[in-house]
């Protein structure tokens, strides 16, 4: 299984913009994780197989979305009202379970990081 994510970039507070995490094949449970310089890895938000449950860091509820197209084997993250605090390498990971787990270790497969850049 190969990740690839996509879609960061350099925004000033109060943008938007939308991650993007295509998998070489249908995966399941399926997040997002971010790593802030000098901070652990963190869970952001995760989706499972079918797309109909997804789950969120509370520092990001209400700003951020998690969403899958099966049929392009893709899962997004849209983010909206950036604030300099989500500064972060953003990492997807897929695991064989169906469900998204909030723990790293629980994921066999990790992408290569985005970088998102928040401007105050």
């Known amino acids: 299984v190969q990740l690839q994510a996509s879609g960061g970039g350099l925004v000033q507070a109060g943008g938007s913009l939308r991650l993007s995490c295509a998998s070489s094949v249908r995966t399941y449970g399926t997040a997002w994780f971010r790593q802030a310089p000098g901070k652990e890895r963190e869970f952001v938000a995760g989706?499972?197989?079918?797309?109909?449950?997804?789950r969120y860091a509370d520092s990001v509820k209400g700003r951020f979305t998690i969403s899958r197209d099966s049929s392009k084997n893709t899962v997004y993250l849209q983010m909206n009202s950036l604030k300099p605090e989500d500064t972060a390498v953003y990492y997807c990971a897929s695991r064989r379970g169906s469900i998204a787990e909030m723990f790293a270790q629980r994921y066999e497969y990790w992408g290569l990081g985005t970088q998102v850049t928040v401007s105050s």
């Open positions: 989706v499972n197989w079918s797309g109909g449950v997804t």
